[in-house]
């Protein structure tokens, strides 16, 4: 690394958490002035401040990582095609190309340089992801990135201040709502307005003329942070192997292969191995790939730390050019999550060796599932509406699964009210799944069920997107499988693959999200704990008999305390 200016760590840490500061502000003014529940409410954005050379100085806490960390390399691309000097006051940059961005094309940047005087001082960036970008609807067929909507090269969607009609137009006449899709890119502006402006009177306060001394040294202190956790652990080389559903054209199941290596205070990540793209909507672009590995790493050895292009200096992303983590343009894209996320599994099995205390169990909550809906309202209005709900995390060492909370993508699940406001949907219930987290001394985190009833008169569009069908979240150290996920149309036999379909009037459609795999030994866990996942309904007693051991009294009340004894001393064989 090199020398980082100084400055002393109180003043350094009231600077940066100044700056923190102003992008949690800007989220805010994103999600105040978005016209969609996906950034409004479900907070599917990246939010980051910028200095003159486009570095990163700050994210915002709410930023998705997948979009946080392909930031960077957008701004790169940005300033390449735009450099800083031939910009001026009132330009605005867009892009959302998945090979330049976060991988598909709903995610789309903005970038707005911040002037002070004459100068350019620094950039406010948002990545949004927008609810329509036109295409098929993020269809789970798709063979070419050319079916998922517009793709827009680096641009300017601002030019002194006055809009580039011709794109606004083109635009517009390619989405399903545009108002929507018009106004959310308006609030993406807004916030990089607003941070223009509160960055200006930081710099004012503090009398710091420029804002890359205080860049180079957060990112020096970050990256000696990433370095020191890395050094703890042993060095060496750790491999993973993890089976997906999905299968290439000959039938065989797709395959994510990681080869780890730790070296002192460097980590190198080789995905050789891993299968080759494939003619679905399904493969992810490196940058990606490399966004979802070094957050894998920093969820496991260093969680606590703001992230800056610091955090991903000690770690090093391979993957095959072909293969379904770094596909060949213009191979299709759009579910990208759907392979990504594993990466994240694969690192934490494969550190596991290492650290077992650091990581969690696979879980339910990857691939994403998010089921896009669209039609015309009884009175003629088309809507696109996108519901994005989750099953159970994995347990950690010494903590059960969390239930029906994202992991990792860090977006928020869509409130079933505004659901029900904004599209011609009811939903007839939504409830945990009792025995749906695999058991385990801690226990994986429940999945859900929602059911979902088109009301209008017309067929909706429905994509269905989802996983685990058919290969469930492992346990770990032990620990129990999680239970399978299921998606069922009215009343046709459960769904076991993504694919679009049209929802009758009066038609529901159920879903049945995956639960988390459990952590050590079934028989081990606390009694106290399997009466009270009883008494809630998260465990049935006759599941607590024959997954933990626990005999309860008649009325499921109490622990048989000598007949949990007795079972607890012969435990069930291993599954392997």
């Known amino acids: 690394m090199s020398a980082a200016p100084q400055f002393d760590p109180v003043t350094l840490q009231v600077l940066w958490s100044r700056a923190i500061s102003i992008t949690d502000e800007m989220a805010t003014t994103l999600m105040q002035t978005a016209f969609s529940t996906v950034v409004r409410d479900n907070h599917d954005f990246a939010v980051g401040l910028y200095d003159a050379e486009g570095d990163l100085l700050a994210q915002a806490n709410q930023s998705t990582p997948g979009q946080l960390y392909c930031m960077q390399r957008v701004m790169r691309d940005l300033l390449e095609a735009h450099p800083a000097e031939t910009l001026a006051p009132g330009d605005v940059l867009i892009a959302n190309d998945p090979w330049l961005g976060s991988g598909h094309t709903p995610d789309v940047f903005i970038a707005t340089p911040t002037?002070?005087?004459?100068?350019?001082?620094?950039?406010?960036?948002?990545?949004?992801?927008?609810?329509?970008?036109?295409?098929?609807?993020?269809?789970?067929?798709?063979?070419?990135?050319?079916?998922?909507?517009?793709?827009?090269?680096?641009?300017?969607?601002?030019?002194?201040?006055?809009?580039?009609?011709?794109?606004?137009?083109?635009?517009?006449?390619?989405?399903?709502?545009?108002?929507?899709?018009?106004?959310?890119?308006?609030?993406?502006?807004?916030?990089?307005?607003?941070?223009?402006?509160?960055?200006?009177?930081?710099?004012?306060?503090?009398?710091?003329?420029?804002?890359?001394?205080?860049?180079?040294?957060v990112v020096a202190q970050t990256e000696q942070t990433m370095r020191n956790a890395i050094a703890d652990l042993p060095d060496g080389t750790y491999t993973h192997a993890v089976e997906l559903e999905e299968e290439d054209a000959e039938g065989a199941r797709l395959e994510i292969r990681l080869t780890l290596t730790v070296k002192g205070d460097e980590i190198d990540i080789d995905y050789a191995g891993t299968s080759a793209q494939v003619a679905l909507p399904i493969n992810s672009v490196l940058n990606m790939t490399t966004a979802y590995s070094v957050?894998?790493?920093?969820?496991?050895?260093?969680?606590?730390?703001?992230?800056?292009?610091?955090?991903?200096?000690?770690?090093?992303?391979?993957?095959?050019?072909?293969?379904?983590?770094?596909?060949?343009?213009?191979?299709?894209?759009?579910?990208?999550?759907?392979?990504v996320f594993y990466c994240v599994q694969a690192i934490f099995e494969a550190l596991a060796a290492a650290r077992p205390d650091r990581?969690?169990?696979?879980?339910?909550?990857?691939?994403?599932?998010?089921?896009?809906?669209?039609?015309?309202?009884?009175?003629?209005?088309?809507?696109?509406?996108?519901?994005?709900?989750?099953?159970?995390?994995?347990?950690?060492?010494?903590?059960?699964?969390?239930?029906?909370?994202?992991?990792?993508?860090?977006?928020?699940?869509?409130?079933?009210?505004?659901?029900?406001?904004?599209?011609?949907?009811?939903?007839?219930?939504?409830?945990?799944?009792?025995?749906?987290?695999?058991?385990?001394?801690?226990?994986?985190?429940?999945?859900?069920e929602v059911v979902l009833r088109n009301l209008a008169r017309e067929d909706a569009l429905l994509s269905l997107s989802g996983g685990r069908f058919h290969i469930a979240a492992p346990g770990m150290a032990g620990g129990g499988a999680g239970a399978l996920g299921r998606i069922r149309i009215g009343d046709a036999p459960p769904e076991g693959r993504r694919r679009q379909v049209l929802l009758a009037t009066?038609?529901?459609?159920?879903?049945?999200?995956?639960?988390?795999?459990?952590?050590?030994?079934?028989?081990?866990?606390?009694?106290?704990?399997?009466?009270?996942?009883?008494?809630?309904?998260?465990?049935?007693?006759?599941?607590?008999?024959?997954?933990?051991?626990?005999?309860?009294?008649?009325?499921?009340?109490?622990?048989?305390?000598?007949a949990t004894a007795r079972l607890r001393a012969a435990p069930p064989l291993s599954p392997d």
């Open 359 to 448: 990581v969690m169990a696979p879980c339910g909550t990857y691939p994403l599932w998010v089921e896009r809906f669209a039609g015309k309202a009884d009175d003629g209005t088309p809507y696109v509406g996108a519901f994005n709900a989750q099953g159970g995390q994995g347990a950690r060492a010494e903590k059960d699964g969390v239930s029906t909370t994202v992991f990792p993508a860090n977006v928020a699940s869509t409130s079933i009210e505004l659901l029900e406001a904004e599209a011609p949907l009811l939903c007839d219930h939504k409830r945990l799944i009792p025995d749906s987290g695999g058991a385990g001394r801690q226990r994986g985190g429940l999945g859900q």
């Open 506 to 562: 009066e038609t529901a459609a159920s879903f049945a999200y995956p639960g988390g795999g459990g952590h050590g030994p079934a028989f081990e866990r606390d009694p106290a704990k399997v009466l009270a996942d009883v008494r809630l309904g998260y465990v049935t007693a006759e599941r607590a008999r024959t997954d933990y051991g626990v005999v309860l009294t008649d009325d499921a009340t109490a622990i048989d305390a000598d």
């Open 115 to 217: 002037f002070r005087g004459d100068e350019i001082v620094g950039f406010g960036v948002t990545c949004a992801h927008h609810t329509d970008i036109g295409g098929r609807l993020a269809a789970p067929d798709a063979r070419e990135v050319y079916e998922e909507g517009l793709i827009l090269p680096i641009c300017k969607l601002y030019e002194r201040g006055e809009p580039n009609a011709l794109l606004f137009q083109l635009i517009e006449r390619n989405v399903r709502i545009p108002e929507r899709i018009i106004g959310d890119l308006r609030a993406q502006m807004a916030a990089n307005h607003f941070g223009g402006e509160r960055l200006v009177a930081f710099l004012d306060d503090t009398g710091l003329e420029r804002l890359s001394d205080l860049t180079q040294a």
């Open 295 to 339: 957050f894998a790493i920093k969820c496991a050895l260093n969680p606590h730390t703001p992230n800056n292009k610091g955090t991903s200096a000690p770690v090093r992303v391979t993957a095959p050019e072909g293969c379904l983590l770094n596909p060949v343009f213009p191979v299709a894209v759009m579910h990208r999550t759907a392979i």
